[in-house]
């Protein structure tokens, strides 16, 4: 490919005074078509002095849309915290990031791709994954890893264990929902009623899996970690939300701010396509409705080679320090990357839609503007650099193009050729959306049903724990993520599956050899893998120990759903909780807001309550919030999904070779209870399996104290005292233990008074839930440590080939063959 | 070391090459191999694999002076994506199809050193049991029984997965092989993931530690 010539370069264009864009205004009837109101037009008409053309309308219902202008929840973001000392960059840039020591940090985000990956899962889930990376590169740096949350229906269609059938098929006698909503219809085995939406959940799922697979593997960056719930309400939406880190030195991190009147912008990448026009940011503010078919045009589709070459040069780009700033085209493509960044730099921008390479013809300007294509990136160059920077892009085969350059109006112009197609102020399009107040009302009536019954009550403890290791939400994950590739970078130290939170060492492996540095070390380096369980430090070479980071995303919404405030600290509790286990210290925190219609007064209420509880735990557990996403109007034929904040929490450890694994490691190590940890049935997995209707709020606790729990526990594991340590989550102490047994392949006896509130029997100290809580096994001594800061009751001890339960009258002894048998369950939804 | 466009593995290979020598990385467009003694062709995605896996690497200028390089008796050890280049630049024996069920499996397995007798074995022993990463969608070796046959025969299947390990489907439980001339060798796991028991395991190193015993037995 040729290109102009630096002296045919784009300049500021001189037009006579009072020229307006070519081309009859579209009115109003368009702009509704289009999802502005009618005042929003107005106030559209009144920012330009005239009614907008056919690109400015295109343009401006985009800029103006929930996705990017947040108009619906901007205001309750501004209540979060968002500085702390280690935050290097807060919210309002591509992504957060942290100092992680010796000038590294780390950049981080989680962002949503949830109608594209309802519409189509594979492309949805893996351009997914390619937009989150775009914005960890587009800061200058290198994605080191993926992680992802993923919400479906239910996919289970029966029980596991036909003798765990409730003799009555009726659905528990709790809630109906909210009128007409029935998300999960009522259950009964062997009936057929419900097959459909769980086979459709089962290739949604398979599709997200496969595409967030496809795109991460390809590209060569880890997927370290995940989370993975199936409740009724993301049946007709589910949610697919991805979360990317990079890793950069502080003095090379690049903004996205346009400056410099007379700089070029440079448009690299793949070619323009009609793809996702009118993709994610009309699909993302709009409730999906049944005649999602139709919408498939509007997909965007994901090619991680292109993307993997976008990275190289990208990063080769900043490396010679050719660039003035940077951005990822994403939602609204070059309409929001351009105007963002001419924001930003609070300059003007004259465009040419004509410069702009195409992969199809007869594209209209609007069309060019608003294309979602994927694997695009824009920079501002000085003029003397244009060559070079086309060079290096010529060299990765993502061809850069001058389309625009920077200038004084303070308006962005568009261009196509000689045509003036359109003039807008920038602050207009970014700054001056309507912001709208929203209005909580907490509802009278249970908004979601309960769910179907899939186990009697008062089931023999072991074969609860059974079905419980065999239900979707509790099994082995290990189906799902031995599709991704969790180790390439060789920097994973922790894979998923080993400890609650992955853990990578940064800066990297390079720091810890002498690359080119003859045999000594590779010879000298003999030491065994690690076993799963001893964690004995592996002998850092030179002696000093290797630093890194702990990563764990989490959000559960049944919680959410039983009590927006509570829950939401409960799912940040949850996340510090794991960081913990590999002693990680949290740094900071990115979040998903994943909730339904803001308009309407119920997800109001759990949309204001979450973020209060999501400021809340973030104080408490001293991490700042770094940036995230907001993806409202999850909605779909059959009500509101679960309220669904999604985590992600980044922390700092400081020697690697030091964490605590899940399993169980040595017989005769003590078992114990660790924690504040205040265990309750009513929202639990085991309530959830006998068709328990969602609790109206949950009990508060502490928080304070729980995150005290929480730092003990850490700073225990960051002494490398403890075998193992993991929390308590769904299925309860009960389920926590045989995971303990799982992983470490090693059994355990167990005998413990009932210490749950109001629970004669034990049944819920044994299955119910609550944040804080962990098993921990080690030495007596260590466990003595630990019980200087917080609560640690001894329990049991390890040994044997099965797990063995005595609490109040629940006793439950189930050999190791059959934990297995049930925990590998969600296996068959991928065979 | 080959860097071609889409590869991912290459600076981890590089990184396990470190452990034993001096390391770099060759540009695909190039045919220089700038005098080394050894070159690995790593795993990843060469060129994206839309056509078949390493189709269009097989063809790359590096890949002719790399086919020069083994010809002339270079040791050449080619991993995953590369093992895939090797096969398909008919370097070595076989070909690799999609795993049986169709899925990208990322798993770490034992791998079992069937000879010691190539230019990266040399330092194993017969029978060595290495737990190495795998992690591929098309690693399936396969060949026409004829050249199955021929290359048992000549003692050129240099790895098996260990017994209840195949879990892609090859043919006679193959996870590697080599060139006739036994400087060439390809395997589907990763043993530059397995350099660094920090990372989860050393048992890789073996195979970079061999070209250090120079001349085979």
Known sequence: MTHAPSDALPAPRDLPAGAVPEGDAPGLENAKALGLTASEYDLVVQKLGREPVQVELAMFSLMWSEHCSYKHSKKLLGTLPTEGPAIVLGPGENAGAVDVGDGWTVAFKVESHNHPSAVEPFQGAATGVGGILRDIFALGARPIAVLDALRFGEVDGDVAHPSLAPSVTEPSSGVGGAGDTQAVPAPSIGDDDGESGRRRSRFLLDGAVRGIGHYGN??????????????????????????????????RLIRSA????????????????????????????????????DKRPTVQVGDPFEESKLVECSLELLELDLLVSLQDLGAAGLTSAASEMASKGEVGLDLDVALVPRRMEGLQPFEVMVSESQERMLCVVTPDKVDEVIAVTDKWDVHGTAIGVVTDTGAFRIFDGDAFVGDMPIPALVDDCPLYDIFPEKPTEPIYPAPPRRIADGLPAGDALLALLASSNVADRRPLFEQYDSIVQSRTVRRPGQTDAAVLMVPGPASRFSVGGGDAVGAGHPSPAPEAGSDAPAGGVGGGAISGVGVAIDGSGRRVAADPYVGTV?????????????????????????????????????????????????????????GGNVSLYNEGTTGPIYPTPVVGMVGKVPDVSITAPVGFAAEGDLVALVGAFSPQLALSEIAKLQGGAIPDGLPAWDLERTAAAIAAVRDTVREGALSSCHDIAEGGLVTALAESVLAGDLGATVELSPYAQDDADGRASLFGEAPGGFVVSGTAEALATLAERTSVTVIGTVGGDGLSVRCGEQTADVALSDLREAHAALGRLFA | ???????????????????????????????????????????????????????????????DAIADFARDGGPVLGICNGFQVLCAAGLLPGALLQNADRRFVSRQVQLSVETTETDWTAAATEGQLLSI?????????????????????????????????????????????????????????????????LTGSTDGLVLFRSLLQGARA
């Open chain 1, 258 to 293: 346009a400056t410099g009147v007379g700089n070029v912008v440079v448009l690299f990448g793949a070619a323009t396509g009609a793809d996702g026009i009118g993709g994610a940011s009309v699909l993302a503010s709009a409730e999906l409705g049944a005649d999602d078919a």
């Open chain 2, 1 to 63: 070391m080959p860097q071609f466009p889409g590869s991912c593995d290459e600076v981890d290979a590089l990184l396990a090459a470190g452990h034993v020598g001096d390391a770099e990385l060759l540009w695909h467009r190039d045919r220089d191999l700038k005098g080394v003694d050894a070159v690995v062709v790593p795993g990843g995605f060469s060129y994206g694999d839309y056509l078949r896996a390493g189709a269009i690497a097989g063809l790359s200028p590096v890949m």
């Open chain 2, 133 to 197: 990463p795998a992690k591929h969608q098309s690693g399936r070796w396969w060949a026409p029984s004829e050249l199955h046959a021929e290359i048992a025969d000549q003692d050129q299947i240099v790895f098996r997965y260990a017994a209840g390990g195949n879990f892609n489907g090859s043919l006679d439980d193959v996870a590697g092989v080599c060139n006739e001339g036994r400087n060439v060798v390809g395997l589907m796991p990763h043993p530059e993931h397995a350099v660094d028991a």
């Open chain 1, 570 to 626: 409960w799912n940040v509790l949850e996340c510090a909780a794991n960081l913990a286990c590999v002693g990680a210290e949290p740094l900071g925190l990115t979040n998903n807001l994943n909730f339904g219609n803001p308009e309407k007064p119920h997800i109001a209420w759990q949309l204001t309550e979450a973020v209060r509880g999501l400021g809340d735990a973030c104080r408490a557990t001293g991490a700042p919030v770094v």
């Open chain 1, 218 to 251: 390809s590209i060569g960056v880890p997927n370290i970690g995940g989370d993975v719930y199936f409740e009724g309400p993301y049946e007709t939406n589910c949610l697919v939300n991805a979360m990317a880190l990079g890793l950069v030195r502080e003095e």
